[in-house]
């Protein structure tokens, strides 16, 4: 059974930072891109980050580029999203999920999740 | 400002059809990228309803259906249940953003 289970979430100050964790199992990790989905409280969906399956390609949405940081350790069969100067409206649930085909984002979906861990920023 | 648009809210009676649209624009759905479709009921994590513009994952009832022409794409829910209350979300790829966009998402009530 394919799981993921983020960490890391928790309440930090404004310019502050945070590393979230997504620990994944049931499935061949590195066969797969994975990704950072983010909710606001009551908002919709917004997509975060991409990474590819050995690492070597990362994009971004462009009101976190130059702050957030996705990485991975195919080792371990996790995903990470270091979060550095952190403003009040990346206040959000975020999500770790898996691209479902090995194929690139373009023509692939989102097939697995995790439950998600709550970031709050605030003072 | 969501990349892909959608509609606030839907509602329908138990029983009845109703339609989600998603428009996009050329660098997104227009340029041929798959447009896929997620439901997340309340207090939980969203799930792929959609792939691939019209495919369903087994556990995904023929009730939910979608298609794709031009710059937009649509779900739709027959035989509307009470549990099918919850947020429905498209998702594409922009070219121009080189990432995945989603829409702002519809709510579903069933009446």
């Known amino acids: 059974e394919v799981q993921l289970v983020e960490s890391g979430g928790g309440l930090v100050p404004p310019g502050g930072s945070l590393r979230l964790s997504c620990a994944a199992s049931g499935f061949i990790f590195s066969g797969h891109w994975m990704t950072w989905v983010r909710q606001a409280p009551g908002k919709g969906l917004e997509w975060v980050a991409n990474i590819k399956q050995d690492g070597s390609e990362q994009y971004y949405v462009d009101s976190v580029k130059g702050r957030f940081t996705i990485s991975r350790d195919n080792v371990n069969n996790s995903v990470y999203l270091q979060m550095n100067s952190l403003r009040v409206d990346d206040t959000a649930t975020y999500y770790c999920?898996?691209?479902?085909?090995?194929?690139?984002?373009?023509?692939?979906?989102?097939?697995?999740w995790g439950q998600g861990t709550l970031v709050t920023v605030s003072s | 400002q969501s990349v892909l648009t959608q509609p606030p809210s839907v509602s329908g009676a138990p029983g009845q059809r109703v339609t989600i649209s998603c428009t996009g624009t050329?660098?997104?759905?227009?340029?041929?990228?798959?447009v896929h479709w997620y439901q997340q009921l309340p207090g939980t994590a969203p799930k792929v309803l959609v792939y691939g513009n019209s495919r369903r994952p087994s556990d995904v009832p023929d009730r939910f259906s979608g298609s794709k022409s031009g710059t937009s794409a649509s779900l739709a829910i027959t035989g509307l249940q009470a549990e099918d209350e919850g947020h429905y979300y498209c998702?594409?790829?922009?070219?121009?953003?080189?990432?995945?966009?989603f829409g702002g998402g519809t709510q579903l009530t069933v009446l």
């Open positions: 999920a898996r691209y479902r085909r090995i194929m690139p984002p373009g023509y692939n979906w989102l097939d697995s």
């Open positions: 050329n660098s997104n759905i227009g340029a041929g990228y798959d």
């Open positions: 998702q594409s790829y922009d070219s121009s953003l080189s990432g995945s966009v």
